[in-house]
């Protein structure tokens, strides 16, 4: 029960900005890797790579309605995976899930 608790804890720290993220990194090494922390390490660094990244092509769209969507759909994805690292589940996040996790294979 308390590696679960340490293990949720270390999920959550990382969709806490993407500083939460290396943190959460650092946190899951050898001696206390996890794969659900791993899982959920994946998905938060992925979705923070792909705000900053996607977000620096759509503030270009000079469109408050282009913004305000990728925003609401930032935050709806982030919730999403927050709250199963609250439950402690592994949930892949919609559309993008799939590809973090490809990507971000070797944490």
């Given at each position: 029960?308390?590696?679960?608790?340490?293990?949720?804890?270390?999920?959550?720290?990382?969709y806490?900005?993407?500083?939460?993220?290396?943190?959460?990194i650092f946190?899951?090494?050898?001696?206390?890797?996890?794969e659900?922390?791993?899982?959920?390490?994946r998905?938060?660094?992925?979705?923070?790579?792909?705000?900053?990244?996607?977000?620096?092509?759509?503030?270009?769209?000079?469109?408050?309605?282009?913004?305000?969507?990728?925003?609401?759909f930032?935050?709806?994805?982030?919730?999403f995976?927050?709250?199963?690292?609250?439950?402690?589940?592994?949930?892949?996040?919609?559309?993008?899930?799939?590809f973090?996790?490809?990507?971000?294979?070797?944490?």
């Amino acid at each position: 029960m308390e590696n679960l608790d340490k293990s949720k804890n270390t999920a959550i720290i990382a969709y806490l900005t993407i500083i939460g993220s290396v943190i959460a990194i650092f946190m899951n090494q050898e001696e206390n890797r996890s794969e659900f922390v791993s899982f959920h390490i994946r998905q938060a660094l992925g979705l923070f790579i792909s705000f900053f990244l996607l977000g620096y092509f759509v503030g270009y769209a000079d469109s408050w309605t282009a913004t305000s969507a990728f925003y609401l759909f930032y935050f709806i994805l982030w919730i999403f995976g927050f709250s199963g690292a609250i439950q402690g589940q592994k949930r892949e996040m919609p559309l993008v899930g799939g590809f973090f996790q490809n990507i971000f294979k070797n944490l």
